[in-house]
């Protein structure tokens, strides 16, 4: 992998700009069809409460601290949510119950992500996804989520100061699995369970999960407020034990 070196000063600037031009790729992207059509259809009918307004409608660029030590894995932008807003989490009770336990630790600088010019901020968090356009149904196939990874691989490898990774739900925990298979990590006994947290060192050093804070899992209080703010706090408590300088060997 190339790039300067991660002691000098420029290594800041060249992290921000190479996530703005994964940010920008994103954007632009038009590789699953069925995906591209989906976004847009859903864009253009758009839900009658939100009847004013004009949906993004296009890949859902990460949003977060380029800094960040904790990065947070999602599924992909809903609908009516991040489809309609343009940020990832942000207009649906999905992203309103991650950023209430994000803002009780101190990650967020608000309790709800509801537009994006609301000037929610988050500090040493990244949010992105394993595919960046809305699923019909919130299910991707498994060609788009292969036809996407290829981001959340460059960003992982762009995030030299990452300490936790957290997946939220399944389907993110195999995607960071297949990640760390691609950098010959052994992942064997890696297995979702809620709350569960695996030593991955030498790269991100822990890693994370959590059920999805979909509507599903939140009504069926399969995930309550509670049982997320612990993994929150346990991510904290893992990036503080962790505070030896751990560099991102893949950058
Ligand atoms: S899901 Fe990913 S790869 Fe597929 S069109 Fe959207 S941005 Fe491109």
Redesign the pocket.
């Known amino acids: 992998m190339t790039g300067p070196n991660p002691q000098s000063k420029n290594c800041e600037r060249y992290r921000r700009t190479k996530l703005r031009r994964i940010a920008d790729e994103?954007v632009r992207?038009?590789?699953?069809s069925r995906?591209?059509e989906y976004r847009q259809k859903v864009a253009h009918q758009r839900k009658r409460e939100f009847k004013d307004w004009t949906y993004w409608g296009r890949?859902v660029p990460s949003f977060g601290d380029p800094r960040a030590e904790f990065v947070i894995i999602g599924l992909a932008p809903a609908a009516h949510g991040a489809n309609r807003t343009g940020r990832m989490f942000t207009g649906d009770s999905s992203g309103n119950f991650l950023m209430r336990a994000l803002y009780e630790a101190g990650l967020a600088n608000k309790p709800r992500s509801e537009r994006a010019d609301d000037g929610l901020q988050l500090n040493n968090t990244y949010l992105t996804a394993t595919?960046?356009?809305a699923p019909p149904k919130n299910k991707?196939t498994r060609l788009?989520l292969d036809?996407?990874k290829r981001?959340l691989h460059l960003e992982l490898d762009s995030l030299r100061n990452g300490k936790v990774v957290l997946a939220l739900g399944k389907v993110a925990f195999e995607a960071y699995k297949q990640y760390l298979r691609e950098k010959s990590m052994n992942v064997e006994g890696l297995t979702f369970v809620h709350g569960a947290c695996y030593n991955v060192a030498p790269h991100f050093p822990y890693f994370l999960a959590s059920y999805h804070p979909s509507r599903q899992n939140t009504q069926t209080r399969r995930l309550t407020a509670e049982m997320l703010s612990m993994v929150v706090r346990e991510m904290k408590k893992k990036a503080k034990k962790n505070h030896l300088k751990h560099r991102n060997p893949y950058f």
């Open positions: 994103v992207c038009k590789a699953c995906l591209v890949p595919v960046r356009c991707p788009e036809t996407c981001f």
